[in-house]
């Protein structure tokens, strides 16, 4: 299926439909809490939302330090000067083979609006839908390190150059 994608910046209505999402299991993980602690969290930093032509929420993308998971700064996982990225999709979505089309709209978009040479992303080690995903849009596994109860991998995409 083709979707029509469109970003566009968050907004409160968008980021309280995103904390209401559930993930099945082991997914379950992802999920949030609606306070108004997530809500600041995504509408002050820089997250986008991904829509397709109805404006149906397809899922979101954050860059930078938001995108990073804390604990890694003292592993030194993110000491390369990279831009960071973390995605979620919508859960209705999940499992039905887009995420390929979704997460390649996006590193398009992050590709021609920020022209870096490569994209890091942060992702909890047992997930292998995602890691299968990554691998094959081309990100490589930097780095992997742990934090109490989960394993987290850094993955690295390099764009070359044209």
């Known amino acids: 299926i083709k979707m029509k994608l469109f970003v566009r910046n ?6 309280r439909q995103i904390l209401t999402w559930k993930y099945e299991a082991p997914y379950d993980f992802y999920n949030n809490e609606e306070s108004s602690e997530s809500l ?15 404006n149906d929420l397809v899922g979101f ?8 998971v804390p604990f ?8 390369e000067d ?12 999940t499992g039905q083979g ?8 996006i590193l398009t978009y992050l ?17 292998q839908r995602a890691i299968h995903l990554y691998t094959k849009l081309g990100f490589v596994k930097k780095m992997e390190f ?16 044209e």
């Open 10 to 15: 968050m907004d409160e209505e968008y980021a």
């Open 40 to 54: 600041n969290e995504l509408l002050e930093n820089p997250y986008y939302t991904v829509l397709n032509q109805n």
């Open 61 to 68: 993308f954050c860059i930078g330090k938001a995108a990073q």
């Open 72 to 79: 890694g700064h003292t592993v030194g996982a993110y000491s």
């Open 82 to 93: 990279l831009t960071d990225i973390g995605i979620g999709m919508n859960p209705t979505l």
């Open 98 to 105: 887009l995420g390929s089309e979704f997460f390649s709209f």
């Open 111 to 127: 590709k021609d609006s920020y022209k870096n040479d490569a994209i890091r992303l942060t992702v909890a080690s047992f997930n």
């Open 146 to 161: 742990n934090r109490e109860s989960a394993a987290f991998i850094t993955m690295v995409k390099y764009f070359t150059k």
